[in-house]
């Protein structure tokens, strides 16, 4: 079995937003929609006061509360851990959108553009289907797919690889499947401590935060 | 855009979603309080039925994609929404049969599929893991009580009998019972801003003075009626600013920082 799984190193990011950028270019997402988000956070209280640089968007939960509340069908989960969105099947409820405990999805009604008109680039990436309907990050996974399928690995080869973790610049974002304990994610969560966001809820997130490394035992 | 880590009202449901929850509840909660009425009213079902398609279709309005509307019965397995949609069907057919027939027994059979209606709706919000002030396992009896309140108090206006001003009474202690069990479990701060004044209204307007209303009401009969609407439309406030206002999503948050550099 496979379960793919992102990681992000919080050590690392350092906040560029090239990830985002680079999810809306492959993506061609709306203004306002971004599948993946750095968040820029201020925790503590003065003077002790820290800057920490976030990534999130879809945490493609192992047990989504998304899926379970959508009364159309069109939110699955694959055999792989990847969570999906039929937007033939989509009604434009949002209820998953607040079911949803990340914030990680959107509807947009009509269609929007980065400058009012559309740029000849926006033309030809229109896509009338993500009209009404509810969208996320999708793990990339055609990128996922198609690279399977000419024998890559995901997390590894860049064809095969979520257009976020390519452009990282700190390569603190990291792709890979959990199942392999070979692999690049599963070798980063033997060495080092992480957390899961709002993992008092159940939701088992496939997206995991690196924030020491772990302690060496004496 | 700027997100961060403290919580904000979710924008996805609006006054449409919320227009279901009070609309369908009050018309769920006649059906309901029109089975204890002697001879059952005709206007009391028709209303009933009225209120809970207008309901349902506010939230048509709200959906991105109407033409494709049917598809909210893909899923009875685990949506609430979708359950919430068939036992609304289930709802129309058997008043429907019971207006034609004239029918207590199929009356009765409506009201069930009534209960199970506003207890989808009660089930919707709770499945939102999204929104604390929605997940919250005391909304369910917050939401059923409301409706029974909202539809017994409409039946009181149209008929203020014995039964129903009873069936009333005993619905308007439950809300406030539901509402106190939820008020005390409500931990989120900015939800809790936002339906403080509502709550409030809720136990003074529709608690407090409804139940003396009805007290009055052996004395001066229009009494019961504008206790019945006190008491319906504090719950309607309550469930507007309940999906408008005080529905914060969690934010985010780090239970660790990153430990960079030296220690
Ligand atoms: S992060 Fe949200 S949208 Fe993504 S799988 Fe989890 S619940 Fe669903
Ligand atoms: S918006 Fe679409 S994906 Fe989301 S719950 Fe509704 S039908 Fe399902």
Known sequence: MTRWVMIADLRRCVGCQTCTAACRHSNATPPEVQWRRVLDMEVGEYPAVKRVFVPVGCMHCADPPCMHVCPS?????????????????????????????????YKTDVAEFAYGKA??????????KRLGV?????????????????????GIDHEATPACVNSCIAQALQFGDLEDKQS???QLLAENQFFRMHEELGTEPGFYYLWDKKEVQA | MSYGPRPWQQTNWDWRAAANFMLGGTGAGLMIAAVFVQNPLPHAVLAAMLLIGGG????????????????????????????????????????????????RQVLVAAALAALAFVYCQARILRAAKGI??????????????????????????????????????????????AWSAYWTALKQAGSRTALETAGKAL????????????????????????????ALLTGWRLKYVLVTRAALNQGFALPQLPVRGTR
């Open chain 1, 73 to 105: 069908t069109a939110t699955r989960k694959r055999a792989d851990g990847i969570v999906t969105i039929d937007y033939d099947l989509c009604i434009g409820c949002s209820y998953c959108a607040v079911a949803c405990p990340y914030q990680a999805r």
């Open chain 1, 134 to 154: 509810a969208t996320k990050c999708t793990f990339c996974s055609d990128r996922v797919d198609a690279g399977l399928a000419q024998g890559l690995k995901p």
């Open chain 1, 119 to 128: 740029m000849p680039n926006e033309e030809i990436r229109h896509d009338e």
């Open chain 1, 184 to 186: 690049n994610v599963s």
């Open chain 2, 56 to 103: 349902l279709g506010t939230v048509w309005l709200e959906i991105g994609r109407k033409l494709r509307a049917i598809h909210v019965f893909f899923n009875p397995q685990t949506s609430w929404m979708t359950r919430e949609s068939f036992a609304a069907l289930l709802l129309f057919v058997l008043s429907s049969i019971a207006l034609f027939l004239d029918s």
């Open chain 2, 132 to 177: 604390p002030a929605w997940r919250a396992p005391q909304v369910v009896a917050l939401v059923m009580a409301t409706a029974l309140v909202e539809g017994s108090g409409l039946l009181m206006v149209m008929n203020p009998d014995l039964l129903v001003i009873s069936l009333f009474t005993a619905a308007v202690i439950a809300r406030a019972v």
């Open chain 2, 203 to 230: 136990v003074q307007i529709g608690t407090i003075a409804p139940l003396a209303l009805v007290l009055g009401a052996y004395f001066l009969p229009q009494a019961a009626a504008l206790a019945g609407i006190a």
